[in-house]
């Protein structure tokens, strides 16, 4: 079966577990401790960065690599058009949400993180006690912004990410506005990877990744909410009904910590 070595929040990760939906493929996911963890992946893949794909011998590293890799090795229900044109702008838009969307997006969440308690807050497990979920939401925002432009997301570099995530949302309103999926009538890669890499933006409803009940269906204030962008959102969650396949209980079966590497 095949393995994915992955974070259970990271977006590229989710770009991968679209791919594996639609395809069909039954995979396990093993969920990276970082730093030890990422130690040990980099000992099986020669780098640290999930998400990672283990089919057999064969190792894999990067979403995009990922994809190629599944596109040959599993190509029925295929995600990259035979037509040259369409071919040439699914990669263009697949590469494009990696590098805009992607890069971006997760900066708008660290931004909503600084300033949202109901955002930050989301994100504790329910276990975590009242008292201590309040303390967490009243550490002032002014701190939080100054921890983000010590490591280079201070208010301009967020105010700059957001814009640009915006003029992103609005071109794919007009993309969709008559057709069902980007590309063809069909999806394809581009659609998946700017379905999961919007993650951050705003995280699907329903049980489709395990995390805190009260992060599902949120999103960062100022974009999730935005009417503007409410076709692009209603377009992702009709993907996510119609190729993800919702979790059945808890599916994440390890950790790379103990990795035996063939």
């Known amino acids: ?17 679209f791919i594996l939906d639609y395809k ?41 690599a990922i994809a190629d890799y599944l596109e040959r090795q599993y190509p029925d229900r295929p995600l990259i058009p035979t037509d ?22 997760r900066k708008v969440m660290i931004g909503a993180l600084n300033q949202s308690q109901s955002f930050r807050t989301a994100f504790l497990p329910s276990s975590v006690p009242d008292v201590v979920k309040n303390l967490i939401g009243a550490v002032p925002n002014e701190l939080l912004g100054v921890l983000g432009q010590g490591i280079g997301l201070g208010t301009d570099a967020i105010k700059t990410a957001t814009d640009a ?12 506005y008559d057709q069902p ?22 995280f699907p409803g329903g049980n489709y990744l395990e995390i805190p009940e009260a992060l599902k269906d949120k999103g960062v204030p100022g ?30 079966t390890g950790s790379p910590n103990t990795i035996d590497i063939d």
Request: include cysteine; charge should be neutral; hydrophobic fraction near 45%.
């Open 223 to 252: 974009i999730a909410d935005v009417g503007l962008f409410e076709p692009f959102f209603s377009w992702r969650d009709r993907l996510y009904a119609d190729y993800r396949k919702p979790l059945l209980g808890s599916s994440s």
């Open 181 to 202: 999926y980007l590309v063809t009538d069909h999806p394809t890669l581009a659609d998946f990877a700017v379905a999961g890499l919007s993650m951050y933006l705003k």
């Open 84 to 105: 040259p044109k369409l071919r040439g702008l699914t990669l263009l838009i697949e590469q494009w949400a990696d590098e805009s969307i992607g890069l971006n997006a």
């Open 1 to 17: 079966m095949l393995e994915l070595y992955q974070f259970e929040l990271s977006h590229y990760a989710e770009k991968v577990r």
């Open 24 to 64: 069909g493929l039954a995979y396990r996911k093993f969920e990276v401790t970082p730093g030890i963890g990422q130690i040990d992946l980099y000992r099986m893949s020669g780098q640290r960065q999930v998400p990672v794909l283990k089919d057999g011998s064969v190792i894999i590293a990067d979403s995009t």
């Open 165 to 176: 995530v915006k003029r992103d949302l609005a071109s794919l309103c007009f993309l969709l």
